[in-house]
């Protein structure tokens, strides 16, 4: 099982970035996936989450407008479109599985596996 993360890097307050996350050895239309991120010395944050089918979305209240999550189950891969980017969004980025929805996301290890993490730093 493999979640590999792409698409992070350095840009300046108000760019954007497209994060990837290629997904391989399980059945990823099965799985509803989610972006949380981490900044140095702060909680894990939910940022967006996404249904199996791609039907539903959803996005933390600091990313809502901004961001857009979305997914190809054709080409096992996970997208986070991030516009209007603000130095506060400066974090490690990961995508992960669930089978299912859950509601508390204070650790990866609520999540079935996780991606290895996308680093975006935003300068002012």
């Known amino acids: 099982v493999q979640l590999q993360a792409s698409g992070g890097g350095l840009v300046q307050s108000g760019g954007s970035l497209r994060l990837s996350c290629v997904a391989s050895?399980?059945?990823?239309?099965?799985?509803?996936m989610y972006w949380v991120r981490q900044a140095p010395g702060k909680e894990i944050e939910w940022v967006s989450a996404?249904?199996?089918?791609?039907?539903?979305?959803y996005y933390a209240d600091s990313v809502d407008g901004r961001f857009t999550i979305s997914r190809d189950n054709a080409k096992n891969t996970l997208y986070l479109q991030m516009n209007s980017l603000k130095p506060e969004d400066t974090a490690m980025y990961y995508c992960?599985?669930?089978?299912?929805?859950?509601?508390?996301?204070?650790?990866?290890?609520?999540?079935?596996?996780w991606g290895q993490g996308a680093q975006v730093t935003v300068s002012s």
């Open positions: 992960a599985r669930t089978p299912a929805p859950i509601r508390v996301v204070d650790s990866l290890t609520r999540f079935t596996s």
């Open positions: 050895g399980f059945t990823f239309s099965s799985y509803w």
């Open positions: 996404i249904n199996s089918a791609g039907m539903s979305t």
